[in-house]
Nanobody, 119 residues
Framework: QVQLVESGGGLVQAGGSLRLSCAAS????????MGWFRQAPGKERKFVAS????????RYTDSVKGRFTISRDNAKNTMYLQMNSPEPEDTAVYFC????????????WGQGTQVTVSS
């Protein structure tokens, strides 16, 4: 079992910055990748970014490329999402996720943290 706890959400102005954190606990040695997803009101949960745990290989959805940066500190079992120049369209509940396999399946989820971007 892996437990994930997000933090760092809140209200930010467009053009500002915000950093989300996700702390993992439990059987963290089994984690092969971690990622961020987001869900806006009335919308489906969608992929934002991911990072492979051992080699830091990263992927991003097109809408956040150049603005958001995912990183990790495996010694601290913590993942981050640096949000630079957020836009109102980035407003959503952001969820931390982790996977323990090699098939890009995220099978552990945090409770989410609200990010609201004001114009």
């Amino acid at each position: 079992q892996v437990q994930l706890v997000e933090s760092g959400g809140g209200l930010v102005q467009a053009g500002g910055s915000l950093r989300l954190s996700c702390a993992a606990s439990g059987r963290t040695f089994s984690i092969s990748a971690m990622g961020w997803f987001r869900q806006a009101p009335g919308k489906e949960r969608k992929f934002v970014a991911s990072i492979r745990w051992n080699d830091s290989n990263t992927r991003y959805t097109d809408s956040v490329k150049g603005r958001f940066t995912i990183s990790r500190d495996n010694a601290k079992n913590t993942m981050y999402l640096q949000m630079n120049s957020p836009e109102p369209e980035d407003t959503a509940v952001y969820f931390c996720a982790a996977g323990s396999g090699a098939d890009n399946v995220f099978n552990y989820w945090g409770q989410g943290t609200q990010v609201t971007v004001s114009s």
